[in-house]
Structure formats: C-alpha cells, structure tokens
T-cell receptor
Framework: KAGVTQTPRYLIKTRGQQVTLSCSPISGHRSVSWYQQTPGQGLQFLFEYFSETQRNKGNFPGRFSGRQFSNSRSEMNVSTLELGDSALYLC????????????????FGAGSRLTVL | KNQVEQSPQSLIILEGKNCTLQCNYTVSPFSNLRWYKQDTGRGPVSLTIMTFSENTKSNGRYTATLDADTKQSSLHITASQLSDSASYICVVSAKGSGYALNFGKGTSLLVTP
C-alpha cells in the first residue's frame, strides 16, 4: 500500500517568487491536511481539505492557499515568497470525514523542504 | 488558550537505557492524545493514540500513559536503540467543530552507542 507522496522533496526559490507543492494521499483517504514545520515553531496547521472543499484553515496569511482535486490529490501554493517561508511543508491524509479531531491516524508524507533565498 | 508543552526539549541517552518523555496540555475539551516519532528528514509516524478512557497504550518498546485529570502524558522508551534517535511530538485533539489539533514542539532524542 503506497504511502503519502509529496513532490518535490527539495526546492529553492527566491523572494517574491511563488511555489506549488503537491501531495498524493493514501488511496481511499479523503482528507488531506497541510502543515508548516520550522525549528522554532514546530508543526503548524495550514489547512485541511475534504472532498475538494477546504474544511478548516489555520492562521496563515492569504499568500498560502490550497486545493484538492476529485482524486483527493492536493496542492498548496505560496505566493510572493518571503525568507520566513523557508520550512518543511508536510501533508497528511486520513481516512474519513469525521475530521482530524477524531481518533483517526494521520499518515504524513516525507515533506517538501523549501528554501527561500 | 489550548497549549501543549513537551519536556525535555532534548535528551541524550546511552543505547540500552530507558527514558521518559513528558507532555503537559491545557487542551479542553479533550478528545485524544497522540505521540508521533519523526526521523530526521522524514514525516512524523504515529506511535499511539489514546482517548479519555485509556491510561496506557503500548507499541513495542514504546509505552504511552495518560492522566486526563492532571492533563499529563508520558512516553516511555524501553531498552533504547540507535534507531530511536528522532524527534517525538505530542499532539492533543480537542472536541468540537473546526480543526482541533494542538502540537507540542517535540523532544529531540539522541541515543548514543
């Protein structure tokens, strides 16, 4: 059974550029959530998608956006990159529609490490 | 404000020794508590999930305990191995609508030969 796949694994951008990250969840998982992880702040929730709808959103500026496709694959986009956006971006999938507050295991991908110069 | 505090921030132990990591939370109303292990350069992997009624759960050499009254959890690692070197993250869920996961900043564990 394939796990959660994130692409690309590493990327370098410069300030002002934009970036799109991709996440393919485990087959059958309908919920995909995104997180930013930095050494100082730890894991921070960005947003969660279920059945192509953004169901929950964290406290990040509008430069961070996402979407989910009918096959549950998800993308997140960061526009007008800032140095502080350098981080490991993780996505996670879970099986059903009760949401991440239920006792559903989140399965994480390996992450996309973004460096902004 | 819902918060999750983990201690220690980092820990170094000798291979074969036991260790205990702590997680204190103020999340309310409580739904469940999860421990994740994150190897360097990888995504977190779930170790245990505990609900309000569970006070102990084991996964191999990992044993998590939960005291819902004092809002504390611990993760005990027995007979540590070099492969246990990782960051251990405590995540507490709150009941209710909307996104309700609260993350600790993790404990970085290094097991040395």
């Amino acid at each position: 059974k394939a796990g959660v796949t994130q692409t690309p694994r590493y990327l370098i951008k410069t300030r002002g550029q934009q970036v799109t990250l991709s996440c393919s969840p485990i087959s059958g998982h309908r919920s995909v959530s995104w997180y930013q992880q930095t050494p100082g702040q730890g894991l921070q929730f960005l947003f969660e998608y279920f059945s192509e709808t953004q169901r929950n959103k964290g406290n990040f500026p509008g430069r961070f956006s996402g979407r989910q496709f009918s096959n549950s694959r998800s993308e997140m986009n960061v526009s007008t990159l800032e140095l502080g956006d350098s981080a490991l971006y993780l996505c996670a999938s879970s099986i059903d529609g009760t949401g991440v507050s239920g006792a559903n295991v989140l399965t994480f991908g390996a992450g996309s490490r973004l460096t902004v110069l | 404000k819902n918060q999750v505090e983990q201690s220690p921030q980092s820990l170094i132990i000798l291979e074969g020794k036991n260790c205990t990591l702590q997680c204190n939370y103020t999340v309310s109303p409580f739904s469940n508590l999860r421990w994740y292990k994150q190897d360097t350069g990888r995504g977190p992997v779930s170790l245990t999930i505990m609900t309000f009624s569970e006070n102990t759960k084991s996964n191999g050499r990992y044993t998590a305990t939960l005291d819902a009254d004092t809002k504390q959890s611990s993760l005990h690692i027995t007979a540590s191995q070099l492969s246990d070197s990782a960051s251990y993250i405590c995540v507490v869920s709150a009941k209710g609508s909307g996104y309700a996961l609260n993350f600790g900043k993790g404990t970085s564990l290094l097991v040395t030969p």
